[in-house]
Structures are given as structure tokens and as C-alpha cells.
């Protein structure tokens, strides 16, 4: 899905590049719509998991160590990233919060507030993905299976779920699962709210 | 056209509700067979659709094409200093939990 995904990106900006910009403005619209559909078929997806809300039930505010030490951890990565490299802060907390989901992160900077950033969204969600490909079984390992589970931020649930659970115990599977379905459910409601800041 | 515009132009409360409902109508299984049988090809299609339109956007703007060096740099940091944050969080939080928990016990 990584390679189509970035194979579609490519033919657009050639595509963008030799046709130059005829179909300004209806790009707005078009990225409206679908990201309009693609929101709530996700969140189709989100609620018919019961399960996932079961296990909030029933083992409660453990759960919330995770998503939420992964938000305040992405939090100062990014004040940390404002001081280096002297960004505005709220640039680089928007970035932060898409905690992996490129695809969507990038879509909604780029339409919100600017492209420019949008492409920063998608290249450092697309780095954080392949970090924690890459450092999930080290880190599961040398560390803990909830660290592990934090650097997959939102693709906890989908993408790197098998990884995690390769590295670890079946059990941490809830933690995953829920981390993921919480930090997806975050992404459309932080990354807005923090460019409107 | 003018809903669109006015949709396009609120469109961070529209996500929101977008998804919020989505979740509820799936939450409480009211989603049609037909919707729930193709909702991954679905989101695939708008996926698609969305990353050829946001690559448009990219390859007719000049700026981004000549900012690519600066871009780059930007995203590495905030995904390295991210993951890096993330895993001490967690486990801080994790160490003062567990010594709660042998107080208690």
C-alpha cells in the first residue's frame, strides 16, 4: 500500500509539474469531498470495533499509558524540533500529530494551512513509520512492548500491528489495539485544532 | 458549488463530525451492507484520489519543489525527536506507575 501510495504522489507532482495549474481551485473541492467520505468510512471502522471499547471497559485507565505518553512525547519531540530548528511551534505540533498516519496528516495540512508543510507532515509520518518498522523488534526486546507500541503511534491498530505482535506477547495486542484506535480517532480533531491556534 | 465552498472553507468541523458520525452509525451497526462490504476498497479510492490531487497541488507550486532540501530536514527532526520523546514518556510513566503500584501493595 506504501508504494502505491507514494507511486500516486509521484505521478501527481509530475502531473502538476509539466501541466502546470488549470485546475486550481477544484483541487479544494476535490480534497474536501474525499477527505469528507474517507473520514467517515474510518470511522465506520472505528465503531464497529467493539471489542476495542470492551477493553476499555474492562481494563481501564492502563490502557490510556500508552496514547497518552505517546502524545506528550510527540509533544516535546516537536518543541524540541521548534528550538532546533527555530519553526513555529505550532508547525511542528501539527506535523507530530498525525503520530504516523501520513496519508491523512499531509492531506490536511496541505489543504488547511500549506502545502509546503503538508509535505513535511507526509515525509516525517512516513519516516516515523518506517523508524518504528524498523525499531519495534529492538526496542520490544531492550526497552518494553509499550515503548514499542508508542513509536507505531496511530498504526498501532493497522499497519505495524502484525510487527508488534511478532515482538511481544499476545497479550499486549489490547494495548496496541487501543492505543491505535485512540491516537486515529485524535489525528482529524488535534491537527486542525492546532493550526487554527 | 456555494455548499461546497462553504463546506471546503469550515471544513476542520465538518471532519470532525464526519468521523465522530461514522463512528457512531458503525458503533451501532447501522451501516448498509453495501457501504460496509467495500468500505476498505472505499477509503482506498479516496486515498488515492487524494494523494493525486495533493501531488498536483505539490508539483505546479515552484516553492515546494525548491524548498525539498529544507522540507526534508524539517520532517526527520520532528520524526526522530517524536519517537525519541514518545519512548522516554512511556517509560517514565511506566516506572512511576509500577512504584505506585508496590506502594499500594
Given amino acids: ?7 500516486c ?4 507532482i509530475f502531473s502538476g509539474y509539466f501541466l502546470g495549474m488549470p485546475l486550481n481551485g477544484l483541487t479544494d473541492y476535490v480534497i474536501t469531498f474525499c477527505l469528507l467520505i474517507l473520514l467517515f468510512s474510518v470511522g465506520i471502522d472505528l465503531g464497529s470495533n467493539k471489542e476495542s471499547f470492551r477493553d476499555i471497559k474492562n481494563n481501564g485507565l492502563k490502557l490510556f499509558i500508552v496514547p497518552i505518553g505517546t502524545i506528550l512525547g510527540t509533544a ?19 506535523v507530530g500529530a498525525g503520530f504516523g498516519w501520513y496519508s491523512l496528516s499531509g492531506v490536511l495540512i496541505a489543504q488547511m494551512y500549506s502545502v509546503e508543510l503538508g509535505m513535511v507532515a507526509f515525509l516525517s509520518n512516513v519516516i516515523r513509520e518506517i523508524i518504528a518498522l524498523i525499531s519495534i523488534p529492538f526496542i ?18 493497522d499497519t505495524l500491528l502484525p510487527v508488534i505482535v511478532k515482538s511481544n506477547t499476545p497479550d499486549v495486542v489490547i494495548y496496541s489495539f487501543v492505543s491505535g484506535v485512540f491516537l486515529t480517532l485524535l489525528v482529524p480533531i488535534l491537527v486542525p485544532v492546532i493550526l487554527s491556534l | 458549488m456555494n455548499i461546497l465552498k462553504f463546506i471546503s472553507h469550515n471544513s476542520m468541523y465538518f471532519y470532525i463530525a464526519f468521523m465522530l458520525f461514522g463512528a457512531l452509525v458503525g458503533y451501532h451497526e447501522k451501516v448498509p451492507v453495501s ?12 486515498l488515492i484520489v487524494l494523494i493525486l490531487t495533493i501531488g498536483f497541488e505539490i508539483g505546479s507550486n515552484g516553492e515546494v519543489l525548491l524548498a525539498l532540501r529544507a522540507i526534508g530536514l524539517k520532517a526527520a527532526v520532528i520524526s526522530l525527536l517524536s519517537v525519541l520523546g514518545t519512548v522516554l514518556c512511556i517509560n517514565i510513566t511506566i516506572g512511576v506507575f509500577s512504584k505506585k503500584g508496590m506502594k499500594n501493595s
Fill in chain 1, 1 to 7: 500500500m506504501t508504494m502505491v501510495i507514494i507511486s
Fill in chain 1, 9 to 12: 504522489l509521484l505521478i501527481g
Fill in chain 1, 76 to 94: 516535546i519531540g516537536c518543541i524540541g524540533t521548534s528550538l532546533i530548528l527555530k519553526m513555529p511551534l505550532k508547525e511542528s505540533l501539527a
Fill in chain 1, 140 to 157: 520490544s526486546k531492550r526497552v518494553g512492548a509499550l515503548e514499542a507500541i508508542g513509536i507505531a503511534g496511530a498504526t498501532a491498530m
Fill in chain 2, 35 to 46: 457501504i460496509k462490504r467495500h468500505n476498505a476498497k472505499l477509503q482506498t479510492l479516496c
